[in-house]
């Protein structure tokens, strides 16, 4: 679930910047007529000019996160790169397509700028620190034979019982705002402007309300639900779900009396989503408990969706507008 971070995202400007369409192939002088004919007729670019190759190494986007991951396939459609990768050792049934934004050059430079998650260095800790995606990394045990394979996957996910673990599906559109979220963070060095209007307080109260109105009363259950989500966002919010970039900003937004929930808005309760399936597996929950559970987080995702346009921002703000912005409250 990274959660994030949850995942995303642009790769450095030297790696991707025009890769997608520039030829290698010499430019020769062209008449009017050459040039109409190419427009009408757009040649599709050369092997030389994709910028990556099948088998290469590559940093990918997740969410909100990084990992390792190799080329296997490429094709250009609709004028642009896409490349089918493989995430080093995970299941081939995590191979996906990605565009171009999702992938980056595997160098020390780009490790350095992101934390990259691998399953040698997260394979005994994903699940508790929360920083690892709701992925099944594959067991030890796990024997040559395919069916055996399958049941010690279906079992465990780092000695954890599966049917401790909540499967959070994420909707589309939302998943997409993760990525958005990740590249407006990561790679163009904006930031979200606190306080957020509405806050989590406000969006879990919005819930309630249409929870009220549809089902007559709010429901024990979801007021419970709600209040432990917000509990879970207050103590998540500077541990896991805040990039590097961020935490000066939250540093000088909190004060001492002051909760996450009421200064964050839906761009951090979104991840927390990521992170969810993870933080509650550790949690003793009875089956029917956790199923109930399940279909309330569902329920919400389904509200957030509904009102992404009101409750997500459009556009991010660099940090210097952030910080200027900062500066004239304290004036005041």
Known sequence: MKMGSLNAELNENDDHSGSATESDEPTNTKTETDEDKEKECPCPPTPASCPYQVNEKVLAFFQSHVYEAKVIQVQYRLKEWTFRVHYLGWNKSWDEWVGVHRLMKDTEANRHRQPVFTKKRDEDKNLKSGHALQMKPRSSNVGRGRKRKNDSLNKETNGLQ???????????????????????????????????????????????????????????????????????????????????????????????????????????????????????????????????????????????????????????????????????????
């Open 162 to 332: 599966m049917e401790n673990f909540v499967n959070i599906q994420i909707p589309p559109p939302l998943k997409k705002q993760l990525v958005d979220d990740c590249e407006f963070i990561t790679h163009l060095g904006k930031l979200v402007k606190l306080p957020r209007t509405p806050n989590v307080d406000d969006i879990l109260e919005k819930y309630c309300d249409y929870r009220s109105k549809k089902d007559g009363l709010v429901a024990d259950s979801t007021g419970e639900i709600v209040k432990g989500l917000r509990c879970y966002f207050d103590k998540a919010l500077p541990i896991m779900l805040l990039y590097k970039s961020e935490r000066e900003q939250y540093e000088d937004s909190m004060a001492a009396d002051v909760s996450p929930s009421s200064v964050y808005g839906a761009e951090h309760l979104l991840r927390l989503f990521v992170k969810l399936p993870e933080l509650l597996v550790h949690a003793k929950i009875e089956e029917e408990t956790l199923t109930l559970l399940q279909h309330k987080l569902v329920d919400l995702l389904k509200f957030l969706q509904k009102h992404q346009s009101t409750f997500f921002l459009s556009r991010y703000h660099s940090a210097e507008d952030v910080e200027t912005s900062a500066n004239k409250q304290e004036d005041d």
